[in-house]
């Protein structure tokens, strides 16, 4: 029924969606005609218009508003500028602000509305790496590999992508700018392609959440073509891409597979061990 | 949409306003000036796009909530569909927002869009293609961000009718159930 049962939550968040409910249904019980209109004069209420738990024609929950924490945007705006790695702008830490968040989607609880800046860029740089720790490395715990990036999201793609072009043109001794067009145009270009491929084939994946697998399988390749620009020996160049080369194709696998009827599998595996595999071929290739 | 800002009042939080025009600004003013200046097509590549990207994230996650309100994102659910979620802030509040910051939100999204598209005509005229691609990744940013304030806000008036018209609906009936009690 709603977000909270189906998604484990931070405790303290479970804690205070509960008291959101209990006051919102104790101010149900007692009657439209009793609700005072008093309601501290910033914060915006909550109700969302499209969550589960707090309908929208509940009559405004003063109660619950009057216990929330005030408004952050009176003092929130990010006052520091970005740059480093991982994409999102870290402004200063807001002490104010609820710290509700469920781990669902881009999936946001309810009243992230509010939120202040802070928790929305922690939030997503700790989406990318648990996004990562899921897809690539061995995890004897992940129940459903179907299931994988059920909060997808593409930071993680984008900068591996870049980062690998990056490397590529790096190791390149002429051409440095066609190289880089070149492996951002196949990549980027070869995730949606192979997301249609499987689409075709009657399998059933979401377009964005199979863009954001294809990509966070590049990390190992990443990795490799780092090796290789830091190591000019060829023979320990191809052994290190054909690690990570199978290691990449072993983090798509379990995903692409079960996306796809068992009988259209090898259709559906073949084009994205292929894309790897020219991959690989442009880090040996290059020097 | 007039064309004119509403004059009289300032704006609510310039600090926000500031950065939600200061990334598409500094993306496109790099991606015109360094094609004077840089003679690396990777670092302008790579610089520009991580602007663009930067500011769909600032007005995806900040200057969307706090200038106008309303934030969309998409989920799977369990059943492994996808489903587009939307977010507005309630009635009285969307109505106490700043109109002027409102009013810079909306023109800066659609210019911008609108000056990608010109500068990819421009690239596609002189055939550069790799310029076409940075203009290609700035203008599918630019375009997300639209399409999904734009549904967003729909969403949000579409919920304000029901609300009002179930509120009105809620009103009467309670009405004549206390006037059919004292009577």
Same mark, same amino acid.
């Given at each position: 029924?709603? %977000?909270?049962?189906?998604?484990?939550? %931070?405790?303290?968040?479970?804690?205070?969606?509960?008291?959101?409910?209990?006051?919102?249904?104790?101010?149900?019980?007692?009657?439209?005609?009793?609700?005072?209109?008093?309601?501290?004069?910033?914060?915006?209420?909550?109700?969302?218009?499209?969550?589960?738990?707090?309908?929208?024609?509940?009559?405004?929950?003063?109660?619950?508003?009057?216990?929330?924490?005030?408004?952050?945007?009176?003092?929130?705006?990010?006052?520091?500028?970005?740059?480093?790695?991982?994409?999102?702008?870290?402004?200063?830490?807001?002490?104010?602000?609820?710290?509700?968040?469920?781990?669902?989607?881009?999936?946001?609880?309810?009243?992230?509305?509010?939120?202040?800046?802070?928790?929305?860029?922690?939030?997503?740089?700790?989406?990318?790496?648990?996004?990562?720790?899921?897809?690539?490395?061995?995890?004897?715990?992940?129940?459903?590999?179907?299931?994988?990036?059920?909060?997808?999201?593409?930071?993680?793609?984008?900068?591996?992508?870049?980062?690998?072009?990056?490397?590529?043109?790096?190791?390149?001794?002429?051409?440095?700018?066609?190289?880089?067009?070149?492996?951002?145009?196949?990549?980027?270009?070869?995730?949606?392609?192979?997301?249609?491929?499987?689409?075709?084939?009657?399998? %059933?994946?979401?377009?964005?959440?199979?863009?954001?697998?294809?990509?966070?399988?590049?990390?190992?390749?990443?990795?490799?073509?780092?090796?290789?620009?830091?190591?000019?020996?060829?023979?320990?160049?191809?052994?290190?891409?054909?690690?990570?080369?199978?290691?990449?194709?072993?983090?798509?696998?379990?995903?692409?597979?079960?996306?796809?009827?068992?009988?259209?599998?090898?259709?559906?595996?073949?084009?994205?061990?292929?894309?790897?595999?020219?991959?690989?071929?442009?880090?040996?290739?290059?020097? | 949409?007039?064309?004119?800002?509403?004059?009289?009042?300032?704006?609510?939080?310039?600090?926000?306003?500031?950065?939600?025009?200061?990334?598409?600004?500094?993306?496109?003013?790099?991606?015109?000036?360094?094609?004077?200046?840089?003679?690396?097509?990777?670092?302008?590549?790579?610089?520009?796009?991580?602007?663009?990207?930067?500011? +769909?994230?600032?007005?995806?996650?900040?200057?969307?909530?706090?200038?106008?309100?309303?934030?969309?994102?998409?989920?799977?659910?369990?059943?492994?569909?996808?489903?587009?979620?939307?977010?507005?802030?309630?009635?009285?509040?969307?109505?106490?927002?700043?109109?002027?910051?409102?009013?810079?939100?909306?023109?800066?999204?659609?210019?911008?869009?609108?000056?990608?598209? +010109?500068?990819?005509?421009?690239?596609?005229?002189?055939?550069?293609?790799?310029?076409?691609?940075?203009?290609?990744?700035?203008?599918?940013?630019?375009?997300?961000?639209?399409?999904?304030?734009?549904?967003?806000?729909?969403?949000?008036?579409?919920?304000?009718?029901?609300?009002?018209?179930?509120?009105?609906?809620?009103?009467?009936?309670?009405?004549?159930?206390?006037?059919?009690?004292?009577?």
């Amino acid at each position: 029924m709603s %977000h909270s049962d189906t998604i484990p939550l %931070h405790s303290s968040s479970q804690s205070d969606i509960d008291e959101i409910e209990n006051l919102i249904n104790a101010s149900v019980q007692s009657g439209p005609a009793t609700v005072q209109p008093a309601r501290p004069p910033s914060p915006p209420r909550i109700p969302v218009s499209s969550s589960p738990f707090l309908q929208s024609n509940l009559p405004p929950p003063t109660t619950a508003a009057a216990k929330l924490p005030p408004l952050p945007s009176s003092s929130a705006p990010p006052s520091v500028l970005p740059a480093t790695v991982p994409g999102p702008a870290p402004p200063p830490a807001n002490s104010a602000g609820s710290n509700n968040f469920a781990a669902s989607g881009f999936g946001p609880a309810p009243n992230t509305l509010t939120e202040p800046v802070w928790d929305t860029v922690k939030r997503d740089l700790s989406r990318i790496v648990s996004n990562l720790k899921l897809v690539v490395f061995p995890n004897p715990f992940r129940e459903d590999p179907g299931k994988a990036l059920r909060d997808w999201d593409l930071w993680g793609p984008f900068f591996f992508i870049v980062f690998l072009g990056l490397v590529l043109s790096w190791s390149a001794s002429v051409k440095k700018s066609e190289v880089f067009a070149v492996a951002f145009a196949l990549l980027a270009a070869g995730a949606v392609i192979l997301t249609l491929n499987v689409l075709l084939l009657g399998g %059933h994946i979401i377009f964005f959440q199979s863009l954001s697998l294809l990509g966070y399988c590049l990390f190992p390749l990443d990795v490799g073509a780092l090796i290789c620009m830091l190591q000019d020996n060829v023979i320990l160049k191809i052994v290190v891409v054909c690690v990570t080369l199978a290691w990449s194709s072993w983090a798509a696998y379990p995903f692409m597979s079960s996306a796809v009827n068992p009988r259209r599998k090898a259709l559906a595996l073949y084009p994205v061990f292929l894309m790897y595999v020219s991959v690989g071929f442009l880090i040996i290739a290059i020097d | 949409m007039d064309l004119n800002p509403p004059p009289e009042e300032n704006y609510a939080n310039p600090r926000t306003c500031l950065f939600h025009v200061l990334f598409k600004a500094a993306s496109l003013a790099f991606y015109i000036l360094s094609a004077l200046f840089i003679n690396n097509f990777v670092i302008i590549f790579v610089v520009t796009v991580l602007l663009a990207a930067l500011d +769909f994230w600032v007005v995806k996650n900040v200057s969307g909530r706090i200038l106008v309100g309303l934030r969309w994102w998409n989920e799977i659910n369990d059943l492994g569909e996808s489903v587009w979620r939307y977010e507005s802030l309630d009635q009285e509040s969307l109505a106490r927002m700043n109109k002027k910051d409102a009013w810079l939100f909306w023109w800066t999204l659609y210019l911008t869009a609108v000056l990608w598209v +010109f500068l990819g005509i421009f690239s596609l005229i002189r055939f550069q293609a790799d310029y076409c691609l940075i203009v290609g990744v700035c203008l599918t940013l630019s375009v997300a961000n639209i399409i999904g304030f734009t549904k967003c806000r729909k969403d949000a008036k579409k919920q304000l009718q029901q609300f009002a018209s179930q509120a009105i609906a809620s009103r009467v009936s309670s009405t004549l159930q206390s006037a059919f009690t004292v009577v």
